[in-house]
């Protein structure tokens, strides 16, 4: 208990310098607070959110479907690492917004654009991160799996699945976490809603910068929600084993 | 068939499958392998690429260092003392999401277009992650090495040097990788918007001078490989 | 013969492992394997299991030869062996088919002595328990023989204690016949009926010792010390400390 007091102490020691020390373009917490409620009653404020958070989940979800069976496949399989990996590998490197041009030759204006940014950002560290994961199962699992006499696909399914979901959640989570902060960055570009898109707009068309920090203060505030549920799934019986 | 013969043929099949598709689309604008690499020869002939890649380089070697000298140092003493991890804890992990490119408006308000832009939002954008890093590799070290420090009577900033920091080398060079990735997307990134050379504004520029696409995905090519080296340069060192 | 090695043999690229290896053991047997670290006495009994194929010689179950693991021969490995994503309960139904699982589970848990634990999970359990926990699991599938390679080393010596007693007490309920790989001589005199000696670099049969000592054994009779003392003795370990 008292350490979160002295947290929140901290918090608000750095708030208050912030207030203190604001410039005249650069606005201090009090004028971002009145930023946030005049999103909420002008609407935006759920809007926005509601739009960034539909597009994470659709790239997000995309990510997941391909790069989950990908890594497994991957991370079980030393041929398909060596035919998948080269690529996955040189084009993990090459941030989102360098693809923005092609996306949009691509898919033109529109919701489609940011998704694919999206899922493109979470695909590489998921498929590499769960293929890693598969090779840190002690073979003693499958050996015993197959002693029992279970069949390739069961003992997928019954032993390496279940043996790297700890890991694999930590690592769904990390990628989550990338996602969000690509969805700022998708919606700078190519789409008209969105917190990224109020970042952005609200400087360009006004230089109203109480705005611009409200949404990154709200892009954070979402991103540690996000974080936290998906730390709560940690808890599960079955897999709060890999988390002591 | 041995792996490496396995990786050349998967390259070779995807160059195939990439020319095939662009050539049976109706997006004139695609380029296809062949136009890729005449691009990258007229970028590599014209000197471009190499000035483009060194200011990149640039930024990411400035902005770096600055979060490995700040969020290092400071992360290794707080995950070292657990209370203050407690207390500065919850404003790091409500920073952390913010995306770097959030702080785009406000960095150009500050540093203008240029180079310091760039190397600010590369310093916001890697400083939380290598401080989380060191605070989980301090807190990693085992409890017996502590232990044993404090008998031998170290003080804290011996023991921190002495103890902490070779143990938790390793976690921490792991996590100095991840961090140099995300600078690495940030520096592009920040270049498209921010800045006025460097890889990620060839891609702009390139798409903004007459649609020459073949340049931009020559570019996204160069950023693919220079990004692999680094890793591949940090996993060597290590 | 229930399992029989001939010229079984080992090598792995420039290394001689194992030296060629004779071996039977008879229904209902308890075999010990015992010898010192790197005498490949694991590695004989991943091969006798079907997990490892020798590069000379042959394995035969019941006249059949031996290519590849078996239900009928299950390998209990040390207690890490315990899927820590199933309870108890799961664990120990792994093996079986959904319609007889939860019959088998109610038979098991008492005779490895876990009643009141079927939905706790092993990270919440001891390693006795869940070393427990891993013999009933191949208890379950009603195999003939039973692999254990050095089960107890990980545990405390007074639980190793109570878990022999344990394990000479579910072997004489289920009837099986037991291969028991340790680095442990007493431990190999407690349990066995035959205990196989081998020794290191490369790994050999010294000697076949037969313990003919009734059950339940007394460990400070003379017959037991002079065997126990006689195996010592061909592993070449002193008498005093």
């Given at each position: 208990m008292r350490s979160r007091l002295e947290a929140l102490a901290f918090a608000l020691v750095l708030l208050g310098a912030w207030q203190l020390l604001h410039g005249k373009v650069v606005p201090g917490p009090v004028e971002v607070a009145k930023g946030i409620g005049e999103l909420w009653e002008r609407g935006l404020l759920v809007k926005y959110a509601l739009d960034s958070l539909r597009r994470v989940a659709i790239g997000y979800a995309v990510a997941c479907a391909l790069g989950i069976p990908l890594g497994l496949w991957m991370g079980l399989s030393s041929t398909v690492f060596a035919a998948a990996n080269p690529l996955v590998q040189i084009l993990r490197p090459i941030s989102p917004i360098a693809w923005i041009p092609i996306a949009i030759v691509i898919f033109?204006?529109?919701?489609?654009a940011p998704i694919f940014l999206i899922a493109l950002a979470g695909v590489f560290p998921i498929a590499s991160a769960v293929a890693a994961h598969v090779r840190t199962v002690p073979p003693m699992f499958v050996a015993a799996a197959r002693n029992f006499g279970l069949s390739e696909p069961q003992i997928v399914r019954r032993v390496l699945f279940p043996a790297v979901l700890p890991q694999m959640l930590s690592s769904l989570r990390l990628a989550l976490g990338v996602c969000w902060i690509v969805v700022v960055a998708a919606e700078m570009i190519a789409v008209d809603s969105g917190l990224g898109y109020l970042i952005i707009d609200a400087r360009n068309a006004g230089k109203r910068y109480d705005l611009v920090i409200a949404g990154m203060v709200l892009v954070g505030a979402i991103g540690l929600v996000l974080d936290m549920l998906f730390r709560a799934l940690e808890k599960i019986p079955s897999v709060r084993w890999g988390f002591r | 068939m041995r792996n490496w013969m396995v990786s050349a043929i998967a390259i070779a099949v995807a160059i195939v499958a990439w020319d095939v598709a662009v050539r049976l689309s109706d997006h004139t604008l695609i380029p296809g392998p062949v136009a890729v690499v005449r691009a990258l020869g007229e970028l590599a002939s014209t000197g471009r690429l190499f000035r483009y890649a060194i200011a990149s380089l640039f930024r990411v070697t400035w902005g770096f260092t600055l979060a490995i000298a700040v969020g290092v140092p400071i992360g290794l003493a707080l995950g070292w003392w657990q209370r203050g991890a407690r207390i500065v804890g919850p404003v790091i992990q409500f920073m952390r999401p913010i995306s770097p490119l959030a702080w785009i408006p406000l960095a150009i308000l500050w540093f203008g277009v240029g180079d310091a832009s760039a190397i600010f939002l590369i310093f916001i954008a890697t400083v939380l992650p290598l401080m989380m890093t060191a605070m989980q590799a301090a807190r990693g070290v085992h409890r017996v090495h502590a232990m044993a420090a404090r008998n031998f009577g170290l003080s804290g900033v011996q023991i921190l040097r002495r103890v902490v920091l070779p143990s938790a080398r390793a976690d921490l060079v792991a996590g100095i990788r991840v961090a140099l990735g995300i600078a690495w997307l940030v520096v592009v990134a920040a270049e498209m918007i921010a800045v006025n050379s460097g890889l990620g504004f060839q891609i702009v520029d390139a798409r903004n001078a007459g649609d020459r696409y073949d340049l931009v995905v020559a570019g996204m090519l160069t950023i693919g490989l220079i990004g692999l080296m680094l890793d591949n340069a940090i996993r060597r060192a290590a | 013969m229930k399992l029989e090695a001939s010229g079984v043999a080992m090598r792995f690229g420039e290394v001689n492992v194992l030296e060629p290896v004779e071996l039977s053991v008879r229904e209902g047997e308890f075999v010990c394997i015992v010898g010192p670290s790197g005498c490949g006495k694991s590695t004989l009994l991943q091969i006798l299991a079907g997990f490892i194929a020798p590069t000379a010689g042959r394995v035969t179950a019941d006249g059949v030869a031996v290519t590849r693991p078996d239900r009928k021969r299950i390998f209990v490995f040390q207690e890490r062996g315990v899927f820590p994503w199933l309870t108890v309960a799961e664990n120990i139904g792994f093996g079986v088919e959904k319609a007889k699982r939860d019959a088998k589970v109610k038979e098991l848990v008492p005779l490895v002595g876990l009643?009141?634990?079927?939905?706790?999970?092993?990270?919440?359990?001891s390693g006795g328990m869940k070393q427990r926990v891993e013999v009933a699991r191949a208890l379950a599938v009603d195999p003939d023989v039973l692999f254990l390679d050095e089960p107890f080393g990980a545990l405390d010596s007074i639980t190793r204690l109570t878990m022999r007693a344990e394990l000479l007490r579910i072997w004489q309920a289920a009837k099986k016949t037991v291969l028991f790989v340790t680095h442990d001589v007493d431990e190999s005199v407690q349990l066995a009926d035959r205990v196989i000696v081998m020794s290191a670099r490369p790994g050999r049969i010294r000697a076949v010792v037969d313990v003919?000592?009734?059950?339940?054994?007394?460990?400070?009779?003379p017959r037991y010390l002079e065997l126990r003392d006689g195996i010592l003795a061909e592993i070449g370990l002193a008498h005093e400390i």
């Amino acid at each position: 208990m008292r350490s979160r007091l002295e947290a929140l102490a901290f918090a608000l020691v750095l708030l208050g310098a912030w207030q203190l020390l604001h410039g005249k373009v650069v606005p201090g917490p009090v004028e971002v607070a009145k930023g946030i409620g005049e999103l909420w009653e002008r609407g935006l404020l759920v809007k926005y959110a509601l739009d960034s958070l539909r597009r994470v989940a659709i790239g997000y979800a995309v990510a997941c479907a391909l790069g989950i069976p990908l890594g497994l496949w991957m991370g079980l399989s030393s041929t398909v690492f060596a035919a998948a990996n080269p690529l996955v590998q040189i084009l993990r490197p090459i941030s989102p917004i360098a693809w923005i041009p092609i996306a949009i030759v691509i898919f033109g204006i529109g919701e489609a654009a940011p998704i694919f940014l999206i899922a493109l950002a979470g695909v590489f560290p998921i498929a590499s991160a769960v293929a890693a994961h598969v090779r840190t199962v002690p073979p003693m699992f499958v050996a015993a799996a197959r002693n029992f006499g279970l069949s390739e696909p069961q003992i997928v399914r019954r032993v390496l699945f279940p043996a790297v979901l700890p890991q694999m959640l930590s690592s769904l989570r990390l990628a989550l976490g990338v996602c969000w902060i690509v969805v700022v960055a998708a919606e700078m570009i190519a789409v008209d809603s969105g917190l990224g898109y109020l970042i952005i707009d609200a400087r360009n068309a006004g230089k109203r910068y109480d705005l611009v920090i409200a949404g990154m203060v709200l892009v954070g505030a979402i991103g540690l929600v996000l974080d936290m549920l998906f730390r709560a799934l940690e808890k599960i019986p079955s897999v709060r084993w890999g988390f002591r | 068939m041995r792996n490496w013969m396995v990786s050349a043929i998967a390259i070779a099949v995807a160059i195939v499958a990439w020319d095939v598709a662009v050539r049976l689309s109706d997006h004139t604008l695609i380029p296809g392998p062949v136009a890729v690499v005449r691009a990258l020869g007229e970028l590599a002939s014209t000197g471009r690429l190499f000035r483009y890649a060194i200011a990149s380089l640039f930024r990411v070697t400035w902005g770096f260092t600055l979060a490995i000298a700040v969020g290092v140092p400071i992360g290794l003493a707080l995950g070292w003392w657990q209370r203050g991890a407690r207390i500065v804890g919850p404003v790091i992990q409500f920073m952390r999401p913010i995306s770097p490119l959030a702080w785009i408006p406000l960095a150009i308000l500050w540093f203008g277009v240029g180079d310091a832009s760039a190397i600010f939002l590369i310093f916001i954008a890697t400083v939380l992650p290598l401080m989380m890093t060191a605070m989980q590799a301090a807190r990693g070290v085992h409890r017996v090495h502590a232990m044993a420090a404090r008998n031998f009577g170290l003080s804290g900033v011996q023991i921190l040097r002495r103890v902490v920091l070779p143990s938790a080398r390793a976690d921490l060079v792991a996590g100095i990788r991840v961090a140099l990735g995300i600078a690495w997307l940030v520096v592009v990134a920040a270049e498209m918007i921010a800045v006025n050379s460097g890889l990620g504004f060839q891609i702009v520029d390139a798409r903004n001078a007459g649609d020459r696409y073949d340049l931009v995905v020559a570019g996204m090519l160069t950023i693919g490989l220079i990004g692999l080296m680094l890793d591949n340069a940090i996993r060597r060192a290590a | 013969m229930k399992l029989e090695a001939s010229g079984v043999a080992m090598r792995f690229g420039e290394v001689n492992v194992l030296e060629p290896v004779e071996l039977s053991v008879r229904e209902g047997e308890f075999v010990c394997i015992v010898g010192p670290s790197g005498c490949g006495k694991s590695t004989l009994l991943q091969i006798l299991a079907g997990f490892i194929a020798p590069t000379a010689g042959r394995v035969t179950a019941d006249g059949v030869a031996v290519t590849r693991p078996d239900r009928k021969r299950i390998f209990v490995f040390q207690e890490r062996g315990v899927f820590p994503w199933l309870t108890v309960a799961e664990n120990i139904g792994f093996g079986v088919e959904k319609a007889k699982r939860d019959a088998k589970v109610k038979e098991l848990v008492p005779l490895v002595g876990l009643e009141g634990f079927e939905k706790t999970y092993p990270h919440e359990l001891s390693g006795g328990m869940k070393q427990r926990v891993e013999v009933a699991r191949a208890l379950a599938v009603d195999p003939d023989v039973l692999f254990l390679d050095e089960p107890f080393g990980a545990l405390d010596s007074i639980t190793r204690l109570t878990m022999r007693a344990e394990l000479l007490r579910i072997w004489q309920a289920a009837k099986k016949t037991v291969l028991f790989v340790t680095h442990d001589v007493d431990e190999s005199v407690q349990l066995a009926d035959r205990v196989i000696v081998m020794s290191a670099r490369p790994g050999r049969i010294r000697a076949v010792v037969d313990v003919d000592i009734p059950r339940p054994r007394d460990i400070s009779s003379p017959r037991y010390l002079e065997l126990r003392d006689g195996i010592l003795a061909e592993i070449g370990l002193a008498h005093e400390i």
